[in-house]
């Protein structure tokens, strides 16, 4: 089960970051920006973000 | 309190969510957290954490993820104290370190920290111990975040990155939704097995209490027979959790007397009878045939799992009940077909014992057989009139366990029983797509060759409804069943 919401919130992080990345290439490419969204710590940190938030027993209602 | 329970992951929440109606609903008849009246830690931590009066209602309690005991506080560790190993370790690597060398740093800055370390004001000054449990949770968190962009390693295991980069944009390879989380558990999380350090005071205090448990362990801890577990076996455990797999993660303990299992409690009554008398007892040898102990297995369950047909035999004569289930509703066909005894599963099957009886899990004695690659069990089984198709809680089915081993005998030996390779999982995974996540590929054309004419999808009106596969084998009239 927490196996289950972990690798639900690394597909929310990668989805996430994806569309970012998407908008940044088709707008306006500020310096810097598209290699942040690349990096390692910007997934990690939407990773732990989504863990944080919804994982099952900060959430009850989730567990049913 | 939705709110306050969505933005405060801490244990406590935590454990009220493992507790709760939900997952009582969800796993009926389970002990979903294990929490003991009186905390090991109630009366030193009493004394100098002023939270701990009211935190006393709040406790980690014990849960088994992945076959692993561990309190719930380790979640807590792995998932944010893993994410401050991850930061240091990203900024050390940026910085030119080597990898072990930015793990290492990672650790280290961490230790130093005043309010965060072991040894700082959430640890031993506040609490009087320093987890090593904890420390050990700390770095599986820093394996976790660093895994979804690199491999990592996990003892001799090399985990790929979870995540894949496509151009600029990243996929999630990862599969094993089931593992996720639950590979980087280890054994270093359970204190019984990777005890801590504490306070002198609180120490004492501490030893007494495990002192006062050591039937409590001989319970929880025994070796395939069923005999308790002895202190050398505990040491050599403590040994090895002292490093992740060879890698340091802060571990501390005295060498002398450190306040540990091993050190405290005495070597187990029976198995100092063994050594005495060389006689071989098992667990449970003293129960009277109709009593059962605290996991509710009577003596006949005990010599199943022993793989002991001498003392079936006498037992069941005396009238031992022989589908009696244990606390998680494990029969000692359950019992003996775990383990491969396979003289004992013939002997249980003769006198009578139900092939397809499920433990609370769901799982029925040929599920057993299968996952653990019993291939003459297996076939003793479904010879014996077990049902190939029962899916337990999960809806998990033997031939999806024979395909994620990618054993082709034990695949065609079921498929022969009529197995139904069609048959999903909760997760909506049939036998054909476990062989191939798996990596399987020489059990697809097997498995695809054996897919049924029809797919039952439900009823309507009281008919059952079903559609045709396309591909199905010549011979056979879809429309010779109701149709939709």
């Known amino acids: ?55 099952p027993p900060t959430k009850p209602s989730t567990w049913a | 309190m939705g709110a306050h329970l969505r933005h405060d992951p801490a244990n406590e929440t935590l454990d009220l969510g493992l ?45 088994n993820a992945g076959g692993m005991l561990f309190g719930t506080d380790k979640i ?21 370190l080597r990898v072990h060398e930015a793990k290492m740093h990672a650790v280290q800055a961490t230790a130093a920290n005043p309010l965060l370390s072991e040894d700082g004001f959430l640890g031993l000054f506040t609490t009087g111990i320093r987890s090593n449990g904890d420390l050990a949770a700390d770095y599986a968190g820093l394996k976790f975040y660093r895994n979804l962009s690199e491999p990592v390693s996990i003892g001799n295991a090399l985990l790929p990155p979870m995540l894949q980069r496509e151009g600029p944009y990243r996929r999630v390879v990862v599969q ?22 504490y306070l002198a005071y609180v120490g004492r205090r501490v030893r007494i209490v495990i002192g006062s448990r050591c039937d409590d362990v001989a319970d929880w801890f025994r070796d395939g027979r069923g005999q308790p577990l002895d202190a050398t076996w505990f040491t050599t455990w403590q040994r090895q959790l002292s490093t992740f797999h ?54 006949l369950w005990w010599a199943a799992a022993a793989g002991r047909t001498d003392d079936l035999e006498l037992l069941a004569a005396r009238g031992a009940v022989l589908d009696e289930p244990d606390i998680d509703g494990e029969t000692p066909l359950h019992a003996a077909v775990r383990p491969g005894h396979v003289r004992m599963a013939r002997l249980l099957l003769s006198m009578g014992a139900d092939a397809n009886r499920a433990t609370r899990q769901g799982q029925s004695p040929l599920l057993l057989a299968v996952a653990g690659g019993h291939v ?35 695949v065609a030996l ?33 498995l695809r060759a054996s897919a049924p004419v029809v797919r039952k999808l439900g009823t309507a009106g009281g008919q059952a409804v079903a559609v045709s596969i396309p591909g199905a084998p010549p011979g056979v009239d879809p429309q010779a069943l109701p149709q939709r």
């Open chain 2, 19 to 63: 507790i709760g109606s939900a997952m009582r609903g969800r796993y009926p008849g389970l002990v979903t957290m294990y929490r003991p009246v009186e905390s090991i830690y109630d009366d030193p931590l009493l004394l100098i954490d002023v939270s701990k009066p009211v935190r006393a209602f709040f406790r980690a309690g014990t849960v």
């Open chain 2, 376 to 410: 003459e069990l297996t076939g003793l089984l479904l010879q014996a009139g077990a049902d190939p198709n029962l899916q337990d809680r999960f809806d998990r089915t033997a031939l999806q366990e024979a395909a994620q081993r990618g054993d082709m005998v034990l």
């Open chain 2, 414 to 446: 079921l498929l022969d029983h009529g197995a139904d390779a069609t048959l999903a999982s909760r997760h909506g995974t049939d036998a054909l797509q476990v062989a191939r996540r798996a990596g399987h590929g020489d059990l697809l054309d097997t």
């Open chain 2, 76 to 96: 807590i560790h792995f998932i944010n104290v893993g994410r401050i190993y991850h930061i240091r370790y990203l900024d050390a690597v940026s910085k030119g």
């Open chain 2, 246 to 299: 060879g890698e340091p993660y802060g571990h501390e303990l005295p060498a002398e007397h450190p306040v540990s299992v091993a050190d405290i409690c005495p070597a187990p009554a029976q198995a100092a009878a063994v050594a005495r008398t060389d006689t071989p007892l098992w667990w449970g040898a003293a129960l009277p045939p109709r009593q059962a102990d605290r996991l509710g297995r009577n003596a």
């Open chain 1, 1 to 55: 089960m927490l196996s289950r919401n972990f690798l639900a919130a690394i597909r929310d992080a990668v989805a996430e970051t994806n569309a970012a990345i998407d908008a940044e290439l088709a707008g306006d490419n500020r310096p810097g920006q598209l290699q942040a969204l690349l990096s390692a710590d910007h997934v990690a940190s939407l990773v732990w973000a989504r863990i944080f938030v919804t994982t």
């Open chain 2, 176 to 197: 094993e939704e089931d593992t996720v989380f639950t590979r980087f558990v280890s054994a270093h999380w359970n204190e019984v097995l990777n005890p801590n350090t």
